[in-house]
Nanobody, 124 residues
Framework: QVQLVESGGGLVQAGGSLRLSCAASGRTFSRYAMGWFRQGPEKEREFVAAITWGGGSTYYADSVKGRFTISRDNAKNTVYLQMNSLKPEDTAVYYC?????????????????WGQGTQVTVSS
């Protein structure tokens, strides 16, 4: 299991950008597929993006495709979420997830590790 710490959230105007980071502890980061999820006010947690162990493949929710980019730096044990063209409906707490299973970090079930979350607020 890895420990995950998110950072980079904040308040931004619609149309703006933010980059979230998720730093992982441990030496086995490259063995984990990574994902980002979000939970908006009074909403269920939803999948945002995922990336494979080496970063060769990425997956996105339709609602963020073309605006968000997930990436990872295994040398730094960090996964990123670059968010551009932000909309008020992107307002949520964003969580990163780690699991050896790509399926787990795409559906958010049975995930080994979750971060504590970082708040993103997009004003109109």
């Amino acid at each position: 299991q890895v420990q995950l710490v998110e950072s980079g959230g904040g308040l931004v105007q619609a149309g703006g950008s933010l980059r979230l980071s998720c730093a992982a502890s441990g030496r086995t980061f490259s063995r984990y597929a990574m994902g980002w999820f979000r939970q908006g006010p009074e909403k269920e947690r939803e999948f945002v993006a995922a990336i494979t162990w080496g970063g060769g493949s990425t997956y996105y929710a339709d609602s963020v495709k073309g605006r968000f980019t997930i990436s990872r730096d295994n040398a730094k044990n960090t996964v990123y979420l670059q968010m551009n063209s932000l909309k008020p409906e992107d307002t949520a707490v964003y969580y990163c997830a780690a699991d050896s299973s790509l399926y787990a970090v795409r559906v958010g079930k049975g995930v080994d590790s979750w971060g504590q979350g970082t708040q993103v607020t997009v004003s109109s």
